[in-house]
C-alpha cells in the first residue's frame, strides 16, 4: 500500500521564460560538461542551473530558484494536483505518467527498488534537495494496474486542458495537464493505494530524499512520475559492457566450457537477443560471436545468487566471465576503469574497432516482469542492469517543500 498524494506545483510561466520545452533538460546523471554548459547557455531559465549544481554550486542553484518564484518565472499552483505527462519519442511512441509527491518509506514498505545505490551521488542529491527546497527531476516508476483502474483515471485525465506543450533540447515533445478535480483526485489517491510503486530510475534520488526528511511539511514526500506497466512505451533498454583490460588469447577457448559459440556479426547480435534471454554477444578483435549459457554456466554461478536475477545475462556475464575469466570483480567494477557503459551499439564498436576497448558485450535488456520478481525479493540486479529509455525530463513540474 502506497501514499500518493496531490501537490501544489511550481511550474515554468511561458510568458516570462518563454519556450516551454526548451527550459526543460535531462536528469543529471545522463548529461556530460559540455552537454550541461550548451544547456546553460540556451537559456537563464534552463534548468540544468539547478539541476545540474553541485558543491559550491548549490547556494546558487537555490538563489536562482527563489529569483525565479519571485520575478514569476515560476508560478506555484492554487489546489493540489496531480499531473499527467505526456512523453512523444521515437517512432511515434507516447508514454503516459501521473506525477504525485509518494511518501517516503523504507525500501520494501509499498516501493520496491531493484538495483544498489552509491554513495558520492546520494551526497549530492540530499545536499540539493536541502538547500533548493524541492525536488527538481521527477524520480521515475511504474505500477502493475492488474486491473486498470489507474490506466482508466490516466485515459480521462488526457482529456482535460493543457497546461503547457513543448519540444525539449532532445527533440522530444511533452504535453502537462493539471488534474485538480475533487472526485477524480481521491479515485487516483484510492487507485494508488490498492498498488505497489517499483522504481524504474532515481534510486540515489529516492534514498536521498529519504535522508534529507526535515521539518518542512513537504519534505515527506517525493516528486515522482508513475507510468502503468502495460504501458507499451514504458520501454527498459540494454546496458552494454566495454572492456577495458586485456582479454586472454584463450578468450574464446575458455568461454567453449560453459558456453555454446556461435558466430555471428555486429548487426546481428542486438537484434538476435531478445529480452530477459541470459545470452550474451561477444565483439572483439574482428569477431563477433554469440554466447548461449549450458548448464555448466548455471553450475558455475555462485550459490548465493538470488533465483529472481542468477539467469539474467548482466549476471550471467559478471560471475561466469568477467570475474573468473577476466579478472574484473566488484571492486574493478566500482572503480571504473575497467569496464564501462554504454546503451548503443555504435558507440561499443567505435571503442572496440579503434582500439579503445579490448572487447564489447552486448547484453539483452530485461523484462519488467524481471524488475518486479528482483524487487519482490528483496534483491538487488547487478549495477547497470536496467536502463528505462527514455527517462523522465527535469522541469516538467516541480516539488516544493515549504
Request: proline fraction near 7%.
Amino acid at each position: 500500500m502506497v501514499n500518493v498524494q496531490p501537490f501544489r506545483g511550481l511550474r515554468y510561466n511561458p510568458d516570462i521564460v518563454g519556450d516551454w520545452g526548451k527550459v526543460l533538460g535531462p536528469p543529471y546523471d545522463i548529461v556530460d560538461g559540455a552537454q550541461t554548459a550548451s544547456l546553460k547557455a540556451s537559456s537563464p531559465y534552463q534548468i540544468a542551473h539547478i539541476e545540474t549544481a553541485a558543491g559550491d554550486e548549490i547556494a546558487a542553484a537555490a538563489r536562482s530558484l527563489l529569483d525565479w518564484r519571485a520575478s514569476g518565472a515560476i508560478v506555484q499552483d492554487d489546489a493540489p494536483s496531480y499531473y499527467l505527462h505526456e512523453h512523444r519519442f521515437g517512432d511515434g511512441q507516447v508514454r503516459r505518467a501521473l506525477f504525485g509527491a509518494v511518501e517516503l518509506t523504507p525500501w520494501g514498505d509499498g516501493v520496491m527498488a531493484h538495483e544498489r545505490t552509491m554513495p558520492g551521488p546520494k551526497a549530492t542529491r540530499t545536499a540539493l534537495r536541502s538547500v533548493v527546497g524541492a525536488d527538481i527531476s521527477p524520480l521515475m516508476a511504474f505500477v502493475p494496474d492488474t486491473d486498470g483502474a489507474l490506466a482508466e483515471l490516466i485515459e480521462l485525465a488526457s482529456q482535460l486542458p493543457l497546461l503547457h506543450e513543448g519540444t525539449d533540447p532532445t527533440g522530444d515533445s511533452h504535453t502537462l495537464r493539471r488534474i485538480d478535480g475533487a472526485n477524480t483526485v481521491m479515485r487516483i489517491g484510492d487507485a494508488f493505494a490498492q498498488d505497489t510503486i517499483y522504481m524504474a530510475d532515481g534510486h540515489h534520488r529516492y534514498e536521498s530524499a529519504l535522508a534529507s526528511i526535515d521539518d518542512r511539511p513537504g519534505s515527506r514526500g517525493v516528486l515522482m512520475g508513475i507510468a502503468c506497466a502495460n504501458d507499451p512505451a514504458l520501454v527498459v533498454g540494454a546496458t552494454h559492457r566495454v572492456v577495458h583490460t586485456d582479454i586472454p588469447a584463450s578468450l574464446l577457448a575458455q568461454l567453449g566450457r560453459n558456453f555454446r559459440i556461435m558466430e555471428s556479426s555486429a548487426d546481428d547480435l542486438a537484434s538476435s537477443l531478445p529480452e530477459g534471454s541470459s545470452s550474451i554477444g561477444l565483439i572483439a578483435g574482428q569477431g563477433a560471436w554469440m554466447l548461449e549459457p549450458t548448464a555448466a554456466a548455471s553450475d558455475a554461478m555462485p550459490k548465493d545468487v538470488p533465483d529472481a536475477w542468477r539467469n539474467l545475462a548482466p549476471a550471467v556475464l559478471q560471475h561466469v566471465i568477467l570475474e573468473p575469466l577476466l579478472g574484473i570483480d566488484a571492486d574493478a567494477l566500482a572503480g571504473g576503469q575497467a569496464v564501462t557503459y554504454t546503451h548503443h551499439l555504435d558507440e561499443l564498436l567505435e571503442a572496440v574497432n579503434h582500439g579503445a576497448a579490448s572487447a564489447g558485450f552486448v547484453l539483452p535488456a530485461p523484462t519488467l516482469q524481471d524488475v518486479i520478481d528482483t524487487a519482490d525479493a528483496g534483491s538487488f540486479m547487478p549495477q547497470k542492469s536496467t536502463f528505462f529509455v527514455p527517462k523522465l525530463p527535469t522541469g516538467l513540474v516541480l516539488h516544493p517543500l515549504d
